[in-house]
């Protein structure tokens, strides 16, 4: 039942790719990985948590999971590249910091916004939001 929207399909893929493979690198054996779209006809039917430049009407795409989530700090960095949660790296996750500022480039170029919300928020664990601006009639 949502609009359509006018994406590269590969390009879109890759993004669903690296937030799919990060929640499953981070959550726990059996934890649960929730992905959600939302049509966003109007600005007070976003997230608090939104950019204030988000471009609407747009289409919501929520991905959640059951890991330890960011801390605020990390929530506003996780998207430069090369950075690394303290906790990536003393657990030793693979990977180098590059794919969420891959996958931020990506959505901007499709007129899009990206934002992780920090723990404690209204989830437990990992939550990313990005935006797609709808196709206009």
Known sequence: DLPPVSVD???????????IANAI????????IRISTQ??????ALPASAPLDVVIPAILVTVTDEGKGLTADEA????????RT?????????????????TRSIVEVHRG???????GSHV???CFMFTVPTVRA
């Not at 906790?87 to 030793?92: N, V």
């Open 86 to 102: 303290e906790e990536a790296k003393a657990q030793r996750v693979e990977g180098v910091g590059l794919g969420l500022a891959v």
């Open 25 to 32: 690198k981070y959550s726990p054996e059996g934890g649960k």
């Open 124 to 126: 437990k664990g990992g």
């Open 9 to 19: 399909v590969d390009r879109m893929a890759q993004v669903l790719t690296n937030l």
């Open 39 to 44: 049509m966003i006809a109007s600005p007070d």
């Open 76 to 83: 506003d960095k996780v998207f430069m590249p090369f950075f």
């Open 113 to 119: 916004k990206i934002w992780a919300l920090p723990k």
